[in-house]
């Protein structure tokens, strides 16, 4: 673009508005860009979307491999460059934290709905217009879905492991997908607690713990806690059945002194008194621990060795440097509470767990505290035959567990296999039937682009896409229980999704919507970019201005 682009004239006086080296777009042009970087990102994601959905082999500057078709994920490792590119890697980072799942949907939505964007600017159709027209179809697609969603009981485990499996179709647990499932709903099912009159699963108390070996089926949940860390003394049990644990913030070694402190000593006698004290003091700690009955200790501090020679001969099981997330864990799993003070130590902050015991897992050694009582923090550990494979099987257990505490904190599910997009299209056509001007045009828009959704599905599967959504339209517009009817991508048919336990939490579903929307909104909104010159070396920049003359700059492509 040429300097008149910023250089402005008053009274005929050249004034530099913007410093040289500036690129700026603006107008349709800034749109354009825009779109087609946006456009570029969804379609990396389109492929990966549903059962059929095909991995992607992601490697990092250090050679470092990941192989996902995990929206999230993806979207993360590939490092874009472009601010709008970042704007959708911030979409699916919101999506994932909100719900865990639905982060490809988002996505491809919102691909969707700038492609439909692109074709009414091109009519010139104001971006306001289109803004406002997409978010009346979003509360129109939003309020149906809510109306046709399916409730749920909390305690249903049946329910809780359709929907998890559902989230791991096409992932490359699909062999083991059953028993994910299984893990998945009964470990979200025991951590779930209500606070008023709210139901809250908190996946922070669902420990993953990854050891490669094995294979995926030797993934197995623990009712309990497993600590990465072995048992400090040899001499000590290596397997406590009903152990009463004392979980401790505090040291079982002689504190240094804050300030340095010098001892004068008169009589070697005084030396050997000063270091028998040190031992009583730590004697008295294990005597005290004794007497309450504790026959394991789990500590975050450290252990001296002659603490441990005297916990050893009681027989009392210990492990130190704990981490502070792992003892908050075991805190919410045994019962206990966790003491600053031994002194302050009693039988009442003691925790339960039918079995402490050291394991080896693979090459390394690891504390498995089960069998609680009413745990409220478990475990899960994952084997898999290589590293890149129990990293994928721990992507998808995130999925699996995300979409069950959606299910219990919102308990109302969908039918999943494109039937909520084609349903909801539906609904937002009739909307678009009874308002008038320009704003019809986007809110038929945003229904088109909503049925991206299952033309995807049916893509990725190998179908023809117009037959299917043909269909799939015919079905919802004549059939009763039509809204049930979706993609069965593994029979290539239009099939009730219900009764083929292909169900998806309802809050995944909007979320989706409600993100793809808002980032379509801010990239519409934007009628100009304005891109700073990078900061060049001098002897660079004076060999460049010599090259092309200090009057030329860079045009806009560089935008691209």
Avoid at 107 to 127: M, Q, R, S, T
Avoid at 296 to 302: A, E, H, N, P, R
Avoid at 315 to 335: F, H, N, P, Q, Y
């Amino acid at each position: 673009m040429s300097q008149q682009a910023y250089i402005a004239q008053i009274g005929g006086v050249p004034v530099l508005v913007l410093k040289e080296g500036t690129q700026r777009a603006f107008g349709k042009e800034a749109l354009r860009i825009n779109i087609m970087v946006a456009k570029a990102v969804s379609e990396v994601m389109r492929t990966t979307l549903g059962p059929k959905g095909m991995d992607k082999m992601l490697i990092d500057s250090l050679g470092d491999i990941t192989i996902t078709n995990d929206g999230a994920t993806i979207l993360n490792e590939m490092d874009v460059q472009h601010p709008i590119g970042k704007l959708l890697v911030e979409i699916a980072k919101t999506q994932d934290d909100e719900v865990g799942d639905g982060t490809t949907t988002a996505v491809v939505l919102a691909g969707a709905l700038l492609d439909e964007a692109e074709k009414l600017i091109e009519k010139n159709i104001h971006p306001t217009v289109i803004i406002s027209g997409f978010k009346k179809g979003l509360d129109a697609a939003i309020q149906y879905l809510t109306k046709i969603a399916i409730p749920v009981d909390r305690d249903n485990i049946d329910v809780l492991k359709k929907v998890a499996a559902t989230s791991m179709h096409g992932k490359i647990s699909e062999t083991v997908k059953d028993q994910f499932a299984e893990l998945a709903a009964r470990a979200v099912s025991m951590i779930k607690e209500q606070r008023g009159d709210r139901w809250i699963a908190d996946l922070d108390n669902v420990q993953l713990v990854k050891k490669h070996g094995g294979s995926l089926l030797d993934t197995q949940l623990i009712q309990g806690v497993v600590i990465d860390k072995e048992v400090v003394h040899a001499a000590m049990p290596k397997k406590i059945t009903n152990a009463k644990i004392a979980l401790l913030d505090a040291p079982l070694e002689v504190e240094k002194p804050e300030i340095d402190a010098e001892i004068r000593i008169q009589d070697p006698t005084q030396i050997k008194a000063f270091l028998d004290e040190e031992e009583n003091i730590l004697r008295g700690y294990v005597d005290k621990l004794k007497s309450i009955g504790a026959n394991v200790i789990f500590t975050t501090k450290g252990i001296d060795d002659i603490a441990q020679y005297y916990l050893a001969k009681a027989g009392i099981m210990a492990v130190r440097r704990v981490k502070r997330s792992d003892i908050e864990k075991l805190v919410r799993a045994t019962g206990g509470r966790l003491v600053t003070n031994i002194d302050d130590l009693t039988e009442n902050d003691l925790g339960f767990a039918g079995l402490v015991e050291e394991r080896r897992v693979g090459d390394e050694k690891m504390v498995f505290v089960e069998q609680c009582r009413n745990p409220k923090a478990v475990s899960i550990l994952i084997r898999g035959g290589f590293e890149r494979l129990v990293d994928e099987a721990e992507r998808n257990l995130t999925d699996a567990l995300s979409v069950v505490s959606d299910v219990i904190e919102n308990p109302f599910i969908v039918p999943g296999g494109g039937a909520p997009e084609v349903e909801a299209a539906k609904a937002v056509r009739q909307l678009a039937a009874k308002v008038s001007g320009r704003e019809q045009y986007a809110i038929e828009a945003f229904a088109n682009a909503l049925e991206a959704v299952p033309k995807t599905l049916a893509e990725n599967a190998g179908l023809d896409a117009v037959d299917i959504l043909t269909e799939l339209r015919h079905m919802h517009e004549s059939r009763e229980d039509g809204w049930k009817y979706g993609i069965d991508a593994f029979s290539g048919k239009v099939a009730d999704m219900v009764a083929m336990n292909i169900i998806e939490p309802l809050v995944v579903k909007t979320q989706a919507y409600k993100a793809a929307v808002e980032a379509t909104s801010m990239i519409l909104r934007i009628d100009e970019i304005i891109a700073a010159s990078k900061i060049e070396s001098g002897g660079e920049k004076g060999k460049k201005e010599g090259e092309e003359g200090a009057g030329s700059t860079g045009g806009a492509g560089g935008l691209d």
